[in-house]
């Protein structure tokens, strides 16, 4: 199956070689994007700058949590005796459902 933007690519493509009369809005409502994007797209085919694939794709997040920060956050838990909320308000680093999900991911909640 391909992607909404080979899609476009490949329409945009036969029309800028004449190989098809369909409008620009024509190609975006067949591929689902709006005019604007198609476009871009457009300007991105003729300058040869176009790419396929996200540039973050296969890149670890920028605010990832460190094993270590994980194994300190899961001893001090085991350590103490209050509740989750009491426990991220003390901790005051990371957000509440970012600790609940590791808590929960290990088994402690």
């Given at each position: 199956?391909?992607?909404?933007?080979?899609?476009?690519?490949?329409?945009?493509?036969?029309?800028?070689?004449?190989?098809?009369?369909?409008?620009?809005?024509?190609?975006?409502?067949?591929?689902?994007?709006?005019?604007?994007?198609?476009?871009?797209?457009?300007?991105?085919l003729t300058e040869g700058t176009i790419k396929?694939?996200?540039?973050?794709?296969?890149?670890?997040?920028?605010?990832?949590?460190?094993?270590?920060?994980?194994?300190?956050?899961?001893?001090?838990?085991?350590?103490?005796?209050?509740?989750?909320?009491?426990?991220?308000?003390?901790?005051?680093?990371?957000?509440?459902?970012?600790?609940?999900?590791?808590?929960?991911?290990?088994?402690?909640?």
């Open positions: 199956m391909k992607s909404n933007k080979t899609l476009a690519v490949k329409l945009i493509k036969d029309k800028l070689e004449g190989k098809s009369f369909l409008s620009y809005n024509e190609i975006a409502e067949i591929a689902g994007y709006h005019p604007k994007y198609i476009l871009k797209l457009k300007k991105e396929m694939v996200h540039g973050n794709k296969n890149r670890k997040p920028s605010n990832i949590m460190s094993e270590e920060e994980q194994e300190k956050i899961i001893a001090l838990y085991k350590k103490s005796n209050v509740s989750i909320r009491k426990f991220c308000n003390f901790y005051n680093r990371r957000s509440y459902s970012c600790i609940y999900n590791l808590l929960k991911k290990n088994g402690l909640v």
